[in-house]
């Protein structure tokens, strides 16, 4: 049974930062990709950044390039979201994700790669 956990969501005003963790449990980051996705109102769920290869390998969406970074910590199988210069177009709830296949870095930003989810945790970004 795989179980992915997230936290660390909450308000924040524009430029400021939030940390997002992801605590798997079932499927080991080690092996399998892990990703963020986010969706906010109306729209529809897109990526963010995915992790594969102990962290070898990284993907970021173009939103979130330069501000964004993933990371992840083996021993814990957590991987995090460091997002910072947060905008107001960052608000969403945000998923994790993981991977369906193992030792792989293709094709990280789609998401029918994944195939366990996290329940969601909301970003809110005041201007």
């Known amino acids: 049974q795989v179980q992915l956990v997230e936290s660390g969501g909450g308000l924040v005003q524009t430029g400021g930062s939030l940390r997002l963790s992801c605590a798997a449990s079932g499927r080991t980051f080690s092996t399998y990709p892990m990703a963020w996705f986010r969706q906010a109102p109306g729209k529809e769920r897109e990526f963010v950044a995915a992790?594969?290869?102990?962290?070898?390998?990284?993907s970021y969406a173009d939103s979130g390039k330069g501000r964004f970074i993933i990371s992840g910590d083996n021993a814990k199988d957590t991987v995090y979201l460091q997002m910072n210069n947060l905008k107001p177009e960052d608000t969403a709830v945000y998923y994790c994700?993981?991977?369906?296949?193992?030792?792989?870095?293709?094709?990280?930003?789609?998401?029918?790669?994944?195939?366990?989810w996290g329940q969601g945790t909301q970003v809110t970004v005041s201007s």
């Open positions: 992790i594969a290869w102990s962290g070898l390998v990284t």
């Open positions: 994700a993981a991977g369906k296949r193992p030792f792989t870095s293709q094709a990280l930003g789609r998401m029918s790669e994944y195939d366990y």
